[in-house]
């Protein structure tokens, strides 16, 4: 049992290293670099697994069975696809534990993996197989015992998929196995005195069964859709059949939604009717769920649906369109474009009076972002595209320009300006024909100097220009670059996102201009912002002038200003992240320069070419320059070292598996920055009194909130009485560094390697906490320093609480002693008395919750 468990532990570890995986089943082995190392040793010993497993499922001890059964299914789900060629051998264990009456534990953890074997799997691999499993499964589907049938079901929607894969395999015979796999599952459903787990797997099940075999003879859509549809009306079961009839509604079969009911309505309007009633309900996880069915019902039956039965569906969503949860407003925008796509002619009227409304006040909310503006783009575009009357582009624009005349009375907040600039681009999108007018519109609004919202006009041509070449107009830059001489500063800010997005939509025409403008102009820190959006926006085709333009930015690396550098150090950046084999040889080429500001605007690059390349891999060469980068914490300069340990923490973050092997060079190095340096602490004389200036605590706080990632990332490569000493350090220093290192402790309890070294340096803790909790404030101090004390109070007893709780505490005199003495007894007693409190409400608030 014990070598099991091990091997669960490794093989989670495993992982643990590997990303994510794509569809399953597909070539379900492949792994990144990251863990491609410890994949390829385990899928080596996949066959001596398999073999050593299927022994011990022959045993008689079900305890050893359940075990075997738990240490495959971890290993099909750490590599899924890895028993392909083992599915003779574990199949016949699994008959047999199916088939044991004496343990409804071994026969629920045998449905599970065969569960994951058959949706993990190729279905040529286990359909040879069917005949085997399927008869003890069906058996186990009429079980007593609700957790053994809920499983079973589960196992029947997989071999469903198994049955009749997409696409399908002719070479397999499945027609013998549907009848009774259908009646099984018919009984489950139409029963009524069953656990609600158990109907909603039957439900499952038969939308799999309808979705892939309603073709076969067995299956009576008549009988079972309206079923199905009668569910939608239970409150226990509606949202699982709400979801069933979304995958009901993808069949590439004739699923008969068109299936007249005693109403006079279709199946397929009945279930619309029903599903915009849950509209309005309350439940936010069932309103996501009718939108989302109501949009696939949309997308693939709109012909079969009704003009009366659409326009409800705009009616219902319009009330969605809110900033109250932009999530639903996501999906009700989506939902909308449907309609528009499907039914734009004769949903005209409600579109234009009912959901138009909704749509524009919500493009004007401050917290329209990500996901909901997107959508609301995407719906903008759409319904320009069919130019219907009263909502073609003059239409639609002439409303969203009336916009920033509204702002100016307060009515809009101003920031809302950029997603309406955002949709009248949108807007050009989608009628491109037409959107030629609204450029030349916007340039002749600039030229002329007549234009009452400069800014508003420039925003716009940009997120036209990112859009859209708009080479064509041969004065449009020169329009555009007159704008940086305003002296309204909004403007000349808008007029450089303008020209850098304006330069994305058509690279190849528009970089020679802005290489030779940046060569010419007055205005670098313009120009530089130019090139930045030039660079988030134009995408893998900047790739091709990495060459032209790497020389231009490192120019500006070693000036003075700060702010000019980090405006450089991100446009490396995000250059690096699309052409890293040509910046990072420049970049590491850099590192010895004798000019600090070079060396920090260099790492600085780095930090930001990490955060560009989001989840996936570092590119070569990157991953083998990293330590040269971050070796510059060395470095004699404050900026370059601060610089190099924010970028350690940022590739720390996002991408742990890349520093793991350089921690053990990198965290001496850290850990010195963690420690106060007296000649970086001076007095600055302000007259009447001094004021002690500390330059180094901004890096140190940066090294502590470094360590406090490197805990939550890579625990397993720290060691702990190293990290402690410094933390104890951090608890005397600043009230910021205070509260991390309070932090960092809490998460340290929790782990149980650490937890013998917290204990052997948690007498050096007490007095540093005891300083923390005892301390007190000045007559005079301000709200401000009040809440500031009372939360670092706060933040110590948490901190103190949770090694409280550590078994060995008690063994620790000095520790013992504070606690009895200052936090149960005395002034602070209350207020610990409320920490603990506070601490223990979630936990009874979950075993409240618990299932028994």
């Known amino acids: 049992m014990d070598v099991f468990a091990t091997f ?96 409804n534990t071994l026969r629920i953890e045998a449905l599970t993996f065969l569960r994951l074997c058959l949706a993990t799997h190729k279905p040529s691999t286990f359909q040879p197989h069917v005949a085997t499993v399927l008869p003890s499964v069906l058996a186990l589907a009429d079980d007593r015992y609700y957790k053994t049938v809920a499983e079973a079901l589960r196992v029947c929607t997989e071999l469903v998929c198994i049955l009749r894969p997409n696409p399908p395999d002719k070479s397999f015979a499945y027609d013998a196995h549907v009848n009774k796999l259908y009646a099984v599952v018919e009984k489950r459903l139409q029963a009524q005195d069953q656990d609600q ?22 299956v009576q859509l008549p009988t079972i859709l309206p079923i199905l549809l009668e569910r939608m009306h239970n409150e226990i079961t509606r949202i699982t059949a ?135 783009l995407a719906f903008f575009a759409e319904l320009v595209a069919h130019d219907l009357s009263g909502l073609t582009l003059e239409t639609i624009t002439a409303e969203l320009l009336a916009l920033p005349a509204k702002a100016k009375a307060s009515d809009v907040p101003r920031h809302s300006l950029a997603a309406v600039s955002q949709a009248i681009a949108a807007c050009c999108e989608g009628a491109p024909a037409k959107s030629v007018a609204m450029v030349d519109r916007f340039v002749g609004q600039l030229s002329s100097g007549s234009a009452p919202n400069a800014a508003f006009a420039l925003f716009c041509l940009g997120e036209i220009g990112k859009r859209t070449d708009l080479s064509s107009h041969s004065s449009l830059l020169a329009t555009v670059t007159n704008a940086f001489t305003s002296e309204d500063e909004d403007t000349r800010s808008a007029a450089s996102f303008a020209l850098g997005s304006i330069a994305a939509g058509n690279l190849g025409a528009y970089v020679p201009h802005l290489l030779a403008q940046v060569d010419a102009s007055e205005h670098d820190y313009l120009m530089l912002h ?23 930015l490192l120019a500006f690396a070693e000036r003075d200003e700060e702010g000019v550098r980090n405006v450089v150090a991100e446009c490396l950046g995000r250059l690096c992240a699309v052409a890293p084999a040509v910046v990072v040889p420049q970049l590491e080429a850099l590192l010895p320069s004798p000019s600090a500001a070079t060396r920090s605007t260099v790492i600085g690059c780095i930090r930001c070419a990490v955060t560009e390349l989001g989840t996936g891999s570092l590119p070569p060469p990157l991953p083998a320059s990293l330590l040269g980068f971050l070796l510059t914490l060395k470095d004699t300069d404050l900026r370059v070292r601060r610089g190099a340990v924010l970028t350690l923490n940022c590739l720390a973050h996002n991408k742990p598996l890349a520093i793991k092997e350089l921690l053990p060079q990198l965290l001496p190095l850290l850990y010195i920055e963690t420690v106060m340096r007296p000649e970086l602490v001076h007095q600055v004389d302000l007259g009447p009194f001094k004021h002690t200036v500390d330059d180094g605590l901004e890096i140190r706080k940066a090294a502590f909130e470094t360590m406090e990632t490197l805990l939550a990332k890579c625990a397993d490569r720290l060691e702990f009485s190293a990290f402690l000493t410094h933390l104890v350090t951090g608890l005397k220093d600043d009230g910021d560094i205070k509260l991390l290192c309070h932090r960092m402790l809490i998460d340290l309890t929790l782990l149980a390697p650490a937890a013998p070294v917290v204990i052997s340096t948690l007498e050096a803790m007490v007095d540093p906490l005891l300083k923390t909790l005892t301390a007190t404030l000045k007559e005079n101090a301000v709200k401000q320093q009040i809440e500031r004390h009372n939360e670092l109070v706060r933040s110590a007893m948490r901190a103190v609480r949770a090694l409280e709780k550590l078994p060995d505490a008690e063994t620790v005199a000095k520790f013992g002693e504070m606690v009895r003495t200052n936090l149960k007894t005395g002034k602070l007693a209350e207020r610990y008395a409320a920490v603990i409190a506070e601490e223990q409400a979630p936990e009874e608030g979950g075993a409240a919750g618990a299932v028994p």
């Open 530 to 552: 130019a090139f930045k959006e030039m660079l988030g926006a134009g995408g893998g085709a900047l790739a091709g002038f990495a060459a032209q333009l790497l020389p231009k």
């Open 197 to 218: 787990e158990v109907k909603e797997c039957a439900i499952v099940c038969m939308g799999a069964i309808v979705t892939r075999l309603a073709d076969h003879p067995a």
């Open 8 to 103: 669960n532990d490794l093989m989670m570890q495993v992982a643990v290293t590997r990303s994510p995986e794509g569809e399953m089943g597909v070539d379900a082995m492949a792994v990144d670099d990251a863990g491609a190392t410890a994949a390829a040793l385990l899928l080596a010993e996949v066959p001596r697994v398999v073999k050593a497993a299927v022994r011990q499922l022959k045993e008689k001890s079900q305890k050893t069975r359940v075990a075997a059964f738990h240490c495959v299914r971890q290993l099909a789900s750490t590599l899924p696809g890895c028993l392909e060629a083992h599915a003779a051998s574990v199949v016949p264990g699994i008959a047999k534990a199916l088939a044991d009456v004496s343990s």
């Open 242 to 376: 709400v979801k069933t009839f979304a995958a009901i509604a993808v069949a590439k079969l004739d699923v008969k939604l068109t299936t007249a009911l005693h109403s006079g309505q279709t199946l397929l309007q009945s279930t619309v009717a029903e599903l915009c009633t849950f509209l309005r309900k309350s439940n936010r996880p069932l309103r996501q769920a009718s939108l989302s069915t109501l949009n696939v019902l949309l997308l693939h039956h709109a012909k079969t649906l009704t003009d009366d039965d659409v326009a409800a569906v705009v009616s219902e969503l319009a009330a969605l369109v809110t900033d109250a949860d932009l999530h639903v407003a996501h999906l009700a925008l989506v939902l909308g474009r449907t309609v528009v796509a499907q039914r734009s002619k004769q949903m005209a009227g409600p579109l234009r009076e009912v959901l138009l409304p909704k749509v524009l006040l919500l493009l004007q909310s401050s917290l329209l972002q990500g996901v909901a503006l997107r959508s609301l």
